[in-house]
């Protein structure tokens, strides 16, 4: 067959035709004509099979269906104002203490964990984290500690322990040092 302009004519494969009858089905027409009754309705397209193909063979197998992302974890909260006078006057105690004085990075970061784990396990419920102001020493590495545990206590592997923190009052370090509040316990209460 050939085209109005003498070109062969494409001839449609499966896939384009059910395409184009699914399109041609869901258009309205123009006028209100009733078709005329010489014309017969076209009759629809029955499947044809569809060749196998090398593709289709080669296919990767389907990955196993994901488990359901955990729930992320709140927003950070600072302590609050009223929070931090009364830990600055000694009204709210702090559960624990950590010192990471001349540790190195990756010792405090596994110190860190580990100390909030057992601080959580306890049910402790506000903690001091002693880092320094890193102005002793030489070189650009001064007060490494100071900028990097507020980073750490952020990451998601921190976030289900963590509440909030902020810099310590004066009495406890000041800027050398930070409160850290931490989450109760599944099963230990409701949860902040």
Known sequence: MTSRDGKPRRILSYDERVLWTTVTKSIAPL??????????PEPPLTPLPSPPSKRASRAPPQPPPQPPAKPAAPPLAPLGRR???????????????MDLHGLTQAEAH????????AASGR????????????????????????????QWLALP?????VVGFEDAHVAHG??????VRLRR?????DED
């Not at 903690?127 to 990097?148: C, H, P, S, Y």
């Not at 592997?157 to 322990?161: A, G, I, Q, Y």
């Not at 316990?185 to 209460?189: C, D, E, L, T, Y």
């Open 31 to 40: 006028h209100d004509d009733k078709p005329d009754r010489d014309e017969a």
């Open 83 to 97: 929070m931090r006078q009364r830990v600055a006057r000694g009204r709210e105690a702090i559960d624990a203490r």
């Open 110 to 117: 596994a110190a860190l964990a580990r100390f909030l784990h």
């Open 123 to 150: 049910g402790a419920r506000l903690v001091l984290i002693i880092t320094g102001k890193g102005g002793r020493g030489g070189g650009n590495e001064r007060g490494v500690l100071r900028r990097q545990v507020p």
């Open 157 to 161: 592997e921190f976030r289900e322990l």
């Open 174 to 179: 000041g800027e050398g040092a930070l409160y």
């Open 185 to 189: 316990r599944r099963g230990a209460g």
